[in-house]
């Protein structure tokens, strides 16, 4: 038996990176998954992959939700599980932040989880409860100086999840909906920003492990095991909760390396 048999996800942004690792770990363990992405090529070759479906969104359209839900509901009977992963990261800090980044960052993050809550809410209740996955970041919690919006959004999303935790708690409505906070991990994403740093570049689609570790990042089913854990009924106690996945790095932060000060 699979650890999601029977259960119907979505997950944003699933065209690429960690939005990929979620739904192919979701599907891998009986999932009906239904990936939604701008990049409708890489989109629908991932769910022909892994058997998934594909629909196209942009995550900061209200609409676009709408009919995603509808859609999903009807065919088939009812949604379970949403993971708000679609996400940018546009280098900028307050020096450098225009409005239009600033504006283009929240409406992607801030605006698209918002969006995905509000209108997944009802029909995750209406099927007795479900589980809800936005992605934050380590970011949400240090805040990053050359991140300046995608920090405010990641932090945004960390507290709209606990005040959608405590709302679904006093409805008793049986969904729970949880934050993943994610250090840096092996993507197109993180390679764009290294990249943008003047660092290194993988060769193809991934660093080597050499690199990884030499460089500390995780790797995207890393985080896709712990998708799979709050979207499965294995953490039915679990809302509200900010789940951080940087192999230490934000405690070393804190702490310093000799766990002083
Ligand atoms: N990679 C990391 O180190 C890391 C760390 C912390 C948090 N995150 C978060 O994880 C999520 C996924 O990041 P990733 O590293 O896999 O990035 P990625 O760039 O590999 O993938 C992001 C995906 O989101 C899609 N997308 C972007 N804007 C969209 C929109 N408006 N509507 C729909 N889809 C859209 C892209 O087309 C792409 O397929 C993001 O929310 C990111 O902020 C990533």
Known sequence: ???????????????SGLGAADARAL?????????????????????AEIGAEFFEQDVSDEP???????Q??????GLDILVNNAGIAII????????????????????????????????????????????SSTAALVGI??????SAAKGGIRSMTKSIAAYCRTQRNGVRCNSVHPGSIDTPMVHAALGGFGGPRPEGERFSDEVRRKLGL????????????????????????EMVIDNGDTVVQLSGPGGSG
């Not at 999903?72 to 009977?77: D, E, K, L, M, P």
């Not at 209108?119 to 099927?127: I, R, T, V």
């Open 92 to 135: 900028a800090d307050i020096a450098g932040t225009t409005t239009e980044i600033w504006r283009r960052t929240l409406a992607v993050h801030l605006d698209g989880a918002f969006f995905g809550c509000h209108h997944a809410l009802p029909a995750m209740a209406a099927s007795g409860g479900g589980s809800l996955i936005n992605m």
């Open 64 to 70: 676009s939700w709408v009919r995603l839900i509808e």
């Open 27 to 47: 599907a891998a363990e009986g999932a009906a998954v239904i990936v939604t992405d701008l990049d409708v090529a890489k989109g629908e070759a991932l769910a």
């Open 1 to 15: 038996m699979g650890r999601v048999e029977g259960k119907v996800a979505i997950v944003t942004g699933g065209a």
């Open 218 to 241: 995780g790797e995207p089913a890393d985080v896709g095991q712990l998708v799979l854990f709050l979207a499965s009924d294995e953490s039915k106690h679990i809302s509200g909760a």
């Open 145 to 150: 100086g050359p991140y300046l919006a995608y």
């Open 72 to 77: 999903t509901v009807a065919r088939h009977g």
